[in-house]
C-alpha cells in the first residue's frame, strides 16, 4: 500500500475557497470485477462474462452526455471508472448520478465500476493547472470511447491493441445493426451543439445556489414543495404542495400559488422546487373560470376566489423529468430543399408540459406522429426547454402508438422478457410437461385429497392467483377456513434476473384489450395460476374456528399442495347460493346422482363461507368500522 496526499478545493457554508489536503492510499490488488482476471482478485457481486471480445470504458463526457446510449442491454462489458463516476456528480448533478449507479447495481447489465483512483497503476494525479475535464480524460494504457477529439489524437496511437475512440465511430465499428443507438446519437449530439449555440439575452432569473437555498429553507425565507401545473390553466397557474408546513402557518395549508411562467421560472410538472413568497399586495386567487382565458392578467378580486399566499420558484431541488410524447406542429409554408437539421417546437401530449426544443432533420417526416423525447437543459436564455428525440412511436391515432403513449405517460416500461429471464423459468410444454419435485411434496402440507379448494373470479379470469377452501371438524363444532394463493416464491428467487423485473414492473397492467403480465406466461398464466384440475404449489393460511362464535382457536401458516376442484366466476357462484339452476363445467361429464352428490357439497361450501363473511363484517359494523364505496 503507497500513501499518497490528495488536494481538494471545497467551499465553506459561507462561501469562501478552503484547501484540503487529505491522505490518500493506493493498493495493488483492488477488484477488477472481470471473470478473466488473472490476480485472483475478490470479485464479489457482478461480474462481466468471459465470452467478451473487448471491453469499454466511457470518459466522464460520455458517460454524462451518453448515459442513455450505455444503458442498451446490446453494450456489454462496460467499465466505468471511479474517476467517470466522480465527474458525472459533479457535472450532472444528483439526479443523473443516482441514474448511472443504478445501472451499475442492476445485474441485467453487463457493467462494473472500477475504483482506478485507488489502483497502484491506474491512478493519475492531476496535474497543476490541469483542468478537471482534461485530467478526467487522461487514462494510461486503456480502452475508452470519449468525444475529446484531443484526446483522441493523442492516445489513440500509443499502443497496439488500445483504441481510444469516439462515440460514433465505436456503434459505427462495433454495433453497426444497433440503429436505434445510433439514431438516439445523432439526436443527443444535435441537442448539445444546439445547447452551445445559445444566445446570451436572459428569459427567466437565474436560480439561487444550493447553499442560499438550504439556508433559506432553514430560517423559514423560502418554502420547498412539489410543483403541480393546473390541468385546466397549464400555462397560467399552477400550486406548491408544501409538506409539513401547514401546522406552523395556516396561510400555507392549501399551498402556495405560482401565476405565470415567469413567476414558474423554468420549473416544471412534478420538480421539487423551492419558492419565495410575494408580498401579500400581490396574492391572488385560482381562477375558476371555465374558459382560461387571459389568467394572467386578474387579480384575485376579478378571478372570484379568495387570495391564498402566492410566490416566484427561486431554485430547483431535484427535477423529475422524464420521457414525454410529443407531436410536431403542422409545417407553415413550402418544405426545405435540403435536410439541414431543424429546430422544432414540439408539442407534449400531456400539455401540463411546456413545449419542447428539439432539433431534428426529420420534420417533415415525422408529422403526425408521436415521439418520444427527453429534456437536456433548459437554460435561463431559452423560452423553451432543449431536449432529443429518442424514438419514433408510430402515426398519431394508431392503435398501437396511442397504446405505447399511454404507457410511456404513465411511467410503464414492459418490455418483452430477455432470454436471460426466459432460461430462469421452468418448462412446461407437451413434450417435456411439469412435474412436482418429490423433495417439495415431502416438505409440504398436502391439501389434494383433504379439502374441497375452488376459486372464485371474474367472468373470462385467465390468471387465478388465490382459491378457498372451507370443512367442519369435530362433528361440525369447529369449522377450517383456507385461503390459497399461488407461490410464486419458489420459482423466482430473490435477486434473480426475473425478479428485478417483477420489481421494476410491480404488477401486472390491464388495457381494454392486452395486458402485460408481471411475470412471465409460464408463470402468470400456467404454473402460478390456480387452474381447476392441476396441481399447484401454494402459499396457505387455514383458521380454526368455533362454528357457533367463529371465535378464531388457532391458525396454520405454511407451504401446501393444493389442486383446485372449480373455477367459479361471481355470476355462477350467486346463482348457485340462490339456489338457481346451474350449470357447472366440472361436472359436466359426470352421472346425475355423483353430480347432484358433488353440487351438494359445493353448494353447502359457499353458503358457510357466505355465512362466515356476514357474521364477520356484521361484527366489524358493530365496532365502529368505515366502509368506504368506489367504483372500479
Known amino acids: 500500500m503507497i500513501k499518497t496526499e490528495r488536494i481538494l478545493h471545497l467551499k465553506s457554508c459561507r462561501g469562501r475557497k478552503v484547501r484540503v489536503v487529505r491522505e490518500h492510499y493506493l ?16 470479485n464479489d457481486g457482478k461480474v462481466l462474462p468471459g465470452d467478451l471480445t473487448h471491453y469499454v470504458i466511457p470518459d466522464a463526457g460520455v458517460s454524462g452526455d451518453y448515459l442513455e446510449i450505455l444503458e442498451f442491454r446490446e453494450l456489454q462489458g462496460i467499465i466505468f471508472t471511479q474517476t467517470s463516476c466522480q465527474g458525472v456528480q459533479h457535472s450532472k448533478g444528483r439526479r443523473q448520478y443516482n441514474r448511472l449507479r443504478n445501472l451499475l447495481k442492476d445485474p441485467r ?10 489502483q497502484e497503476y491506474s491512478y493519475c494525479p492531476r496535474e497543476k493547472g490541469e483542468s478537471q475535464e482534461k485530467w478526467q480524460t487522461r487514462y494510461d494504457d486503456v480502452v475508452m470511447i470519449t468525444e475529446d477529439q484531443e484526446a483522441v489524437a493523442q492516445y489513440s496511437s500509443l499502443n497496439s491493441g488500445v ?28 441537442a448539445l451543439q444546439e445547447k452551445e449555440s445559445e ?28 410543483l403541480n401545473v393546473s ?40 420538480d421539487q422546487v423551492v419558492v419565495e413568497l410575494l408580498p401579500k399586495s400581490e396574492w391572488r386567487g385560482k381562477d375558476n373560470t371555465l374558459a382560461e382565458g387571459q389568467g394572467e392578467e386578474k387579480s384575485g378580486e376579478e378571478s372570484g376566489s379568495k387570495p391564498m399566499p402566492t410566490g ?15 407531436t410536431f406542429p403542422p409545417r407553415e409554408g413550402p418544405p426545405p430543399q435540403t435536410r439541414n437539421t431543424q429546430r422544432i417546437l414540439a408539442v407534449p401530449w400531456d400539455h401540463r408540459i411546456p413545449k419542447i426544443r428539439i432539433s431534428t432533420q426529420q420534420a417533415d417526416a415525422l408529422q403526425d406522429h408521436r415521439v418520444v423525447v427527453r429534456i437536456d437543459s433548459w437554460e435561463s436564455t431559452s423560452l423553451y426547454p432543449n431536449g432529443h428525440s429518442v424514438r419514433v412511436l408510430g402515426k398519431a391515432g394508431e392503435l398501437e402508438t396511442e397504446i405505447q403513449t399511454i404507457l410511456i405517460e404513465n411511467c410503464i416500461h414492459v418490455p418483452p422478457f430477455s432470454d436471460a429471464q426466459l432460461k430462469e423459468m421452468p418448462v412446461n410444454s407437451a413434450e417435456k410437461p411439469w412435474r412436482m419435485d418429490p423433495a417439495q411434496v415431502a416438505e409440504r402440507r398436502d391439501l389434494r385429497e383433504s379439502h374441497l379448494v375452488f376459486s372464485i373470479d371474474p367472468k373470462g379470469c385467465e390468471d387465478v392467483d388465490d382459491t378457498l377452501s372451507v370443512r367442519s371438524l369435530a362433528g361440525g363444532k369447529l369449522l377450517e377456513l383456507g385461503v390459497h394463493i399461488a407461490d410464486v416464491t419458489h420459482f423466482v428467487t430473490e435477486g434473480s434476473l426475473t425478479d428485478l423485473e417483477a420489481r421494476s414492473r410491480a404488477t401486472t397492467y390491464y388495457l381494454a384489450d392486452r395486458r402485460y403480465d408481471m411475470l412471465p406466461g409460464v408463470l402468470s398464466a400456467d404454473l402460478c395460476s390456480l387452474l381447476g384440475g392441476v ?19 388457532k391458525v396454520w401458516f405454511g407451504r401446501s399442495l393444493i389442486r383446485s376442484s372449480y373455477q367459479l366466476h361471481y355470476e355462477l357462484a350467486q346463482a348457485l347460493l340462490d339456489g338457481e339452476q346451474a350449470e357447472v363445467p366440472e361436472l359436466a361429464g359426470l352421472g346425475s346422482e355423483e353430480k347432484d352428490s358433488k353440487l351438494a357439497q359445493l353448494t353447502q361450501a359457499l353458503e358457510m363461507l357466505t355465512y362466515v363473511a356476514r357474521h364477520l363484517r356484521a361484527q366489524r359494523d358493530r365496532g365502529g368500522a368505515l366502509e368506504l364505496e368506489g367504483v372500479e
Open 231 to 270: 390541468k385546466h390553466r397549464a400555462h397560467s397557474e399552477a400550486s406548491i404542495m408544501t409538506d409539513g408546513l401547514s401546522n406552523k402557518n395556516t396561510d400555507l395549508s392549501w399551498g402556495v400559488l405560482v401565476c405565470g411562467g415567469k413567476n414558474r421560472n423554468r420549473a416544471v410538472h412534478g
Open 199 to 226: 444566445g446570451t439575452e436572459r428569459e427567466y432569473t437565474e436560480h439561487l445556489p444550493g447553499e442560499l437555498l438550504e439556508a433559506g429553507i432553514k430560517s423559514g425565507r423560502y418554502i420547498q414543495g412539489t
Open 163 to 190: 483504441y481510444v475512440i469516439s462515440v460514433q465511430d465505436y456503434l459505427r465499428n462495433f454495433c453497426p445493426e444497433l440503429q436505434v443507438a445510433h439514431d438516439l446519437y445523432s439526436s443527443i449530439s444535435q
Open 535 to 553: 396441481d399447484r404449489y401454494a402459499m396457505s393460511v387455514m383458521w380454526e374456528l368455533d362454528a357457533e362464535t367463529l371465535v378464531v382457536n
Open 109 to 118: 447489465h453487463d457493467c462494473v465500476p472500477f475504483a482506478n483512483e485507488f
Open 27 to 42: 493498493r495493488e490488488r483492488v477488484p477488477c470485477y472481470s471473470s478473466l482476471c488473472q490476480a485472483g482478485c475478490e
Open 312 to 326: 416566484r420558484v427561486v431554485g430547483i431541488l431535484q427535477r423529475n423529468w422524464r420521457d414525454y410524447v410529443v
